[in-house]
């Protein structure tokens, strides 16, 4: 054998031995990077468990708001999921849910309001269930963890639940997820299992928030070291689930710890299969125009007729402004007429005013320089354009027996006439 070859076989086992090393070694898989949420998990906060349901095998369908119960309501095997905060659901529409439930029906509703709220609004879901909510911020002494028994065979089996231990009044240490998600949730986890010999599960509530039904004995509940988080309370033939918060099934929530686990074992009920499973996660408002029409058409239709009758009241007044008419002109013959009567009344000194003060709107037309100079110097002027002597200016400006005698008088008009036409 040549050393070429020698050289190639042992470049072959060595490219050997380093691959089977590195496969040794070396171990291919997936990293998954977060990207944060879609567009629809971001409009639906409740995705997740939309998509576990439907790969469990439920029917799901997501409602956009109370509006779409009045097209009716699913078979009362169904489940109606209602985290919403069921601002715009009514009394009527709460009580045809009711009937619902009544009837054999199954709803899970998250509640938001406090019993002991002075501004509270009327539950009409909760108050005639006889559920209350109450907040605390630290844990209630003697609150003991306690199995609820469940009393119906269509209900999943006993929930026993105990609270885990907690680091005091901070509450418990949350999934990164969950804790990224809600900063400001104090956590309270709970040990819990569906019967004896069940497994165990773990599951965060919001510590500070609590459930009391003092009129009525829950089928089943989950408590931890504050309160109940969890009651389902029996109505009819049917259950009502009421949460404190629903961080059980929310996108980021679901995953984490048995939350998921946890949800579909007080989803499903004994002896059924997949079901048909309604979601409402967010609430329709109507829009301005809609709740004009509904509520406010009086007041529209009131303004609509004021706003009329202003337009036919005003619009008498738009339009060109109407001209006045021009004065009328009195001929000469009128202006001698009375020129005459104030003579033969003696009121000379009426006319003489008057030809000064038209000698005076002659000077500002076409000489309104010389009327800033001061009397005698105008005077002289006057006296110099019209040939006179500035003594018998001065007279007919500012004389005053210039109307005591005809002769007087007339010299006066006749003066002050010869200074107008000569400026």
């Given at each position: 054998m040549t050393r070429n070859r020698w050289t190639a076989v042992v470049a072959a086992v060595v490219l050997a031995a380093a691959s089977?090393?590195?496969?040794?070694?070396?171990?291919?898989?997936t990293e998954a990077k977060y990207r944060g949420?879609?567009?629809?998990a971001q409009q639906n906060p409740y995705l997740a468990w939309q998509l576990l349901l439907e790969r469990m095998g439920h029917e799901v369908k997501i409602l956009e708001g109370p509006g779409d119960f009045s097209r009716g309501f699913p078979d009362v095997s169904?489940?109606?999921?209602?985290?919403?905060?069921?601002?715009?659901?009514?009394?009527?529409?709460?009580?045809?849910?009711?009937?619902?439930?009544?009837?054999?029906?199954?709803?899970?509703?998250?509640?938001?309001?406090?019993w002991d709220d002075e501004d509270r609004r009327p539950d009409f879901l909760l108050d005639p269930l006889g559920v209350r909510q109450f907040a605390t911020d630290a844990p209630t002494e003697g609150d003991e963890a306690q199995t609820e028994p469940?009393?119906?065979?269509?209900?999943?089996?006993?929930?026993?639940?105990?609270?885990?231990?907690?680091?005091?009044e901070e509450g418990a240490s949350a999934p990164d997820s969950m804790a990224n998600a809600w900063p400001?949730?104090?956590?309270?986890?709970?040990?819990?299992?569906?019967?004896?010999?069940?497994?165990?599960?773990?599951?965060?509530?919001d510590r500070d928030f609590w459930l009391e039904t003092p009129d009525v004995e829950p089928v089943a509940a989950?408590?931890?070291?504050?309160?109940?988080?969890?009651?389902?309370?029996?109505?009819?033939?049917?259950?009502?689930?009421?949460?404190?918060?629903?961080?059980?099934?929310?996108n980021d929530g679901l995953g984490n710890v048995d939350h998921a686990e946890v949800a579909l074992r007080l989803l499903l009920r004994k002896g059924r299969g997949p079901q048909l499973v309604w979601i409402l996660p967010v609430e329709n408002w109507p829009g301005f125009l809609g709740l004009v029409r509904k509520h406010g058409w009086a007041v529209l239709m009131a303004g609509s007729v004021w706003l009329l009758a202003w337009a036919w009241r005003a619009g008498r007044r738009f339009g060109p402004l109407i001209l006045e008419k021009p004065p009328v002109r009195r001929s000469?013959?009128?202006?001698?007429?009375a020129a005459g009567h104030l003579l033969a009344r003696g009121r000379r000194d009426v006319l003489v005013e008057a030809a000064r003060d038209a000698l005076g709107d002659e000077l500002r037309a076409r000489r309104p320089g010389w009327l800033r100079m001061r009397p005698e110097e105008l005077e002289k002027r006057l006296a110099g354009t019209a040939a006179l002597q500035p003594a018998e200016v001065t007279d007919a400006l500012r004389g005053e027996d210039v109307a005591s005698s005809r002769n007087a008088f007339t010299h006066t008009i006749a003066t002050l006439e010869r200074i107008r036409h000569t400026l």
């Open positions: 089977a090393l590195f496969f040794t070694c070396f171990e291919r898989r949420s879609s567009f629809e169904a489940t109606i999921f209602y985290p919403a905060r069921r601002l715009t659901l009514g009394k009527e529409r709460s009580e045809r849910l009711l009937d619902w439930v009544e009837a054999g029906g199954h709803l899970w509703v998250t509640t938001w309001t406090l469940t009393t119906s065979e269509s209900e999943p089996d006993d929930v026993q639940e105990e609270a885990a231990e907690d680091d005091g400001g949730v104090r956590w309270d986890e709970v040990e819990l299992s569906f019967g004896q010999g069940e497994n165990r599960y773990t599951a965060y509530f989950i408590r931890g070291e504050t309160g109940a988080h969890l009651v389902r309370v029996q109505h009819g033939l049917g259950f009502v689930t009421v949460v404190t918060d629903d961080y059980l099934i929310r000469l013959l009128e202006h001698i007429e």
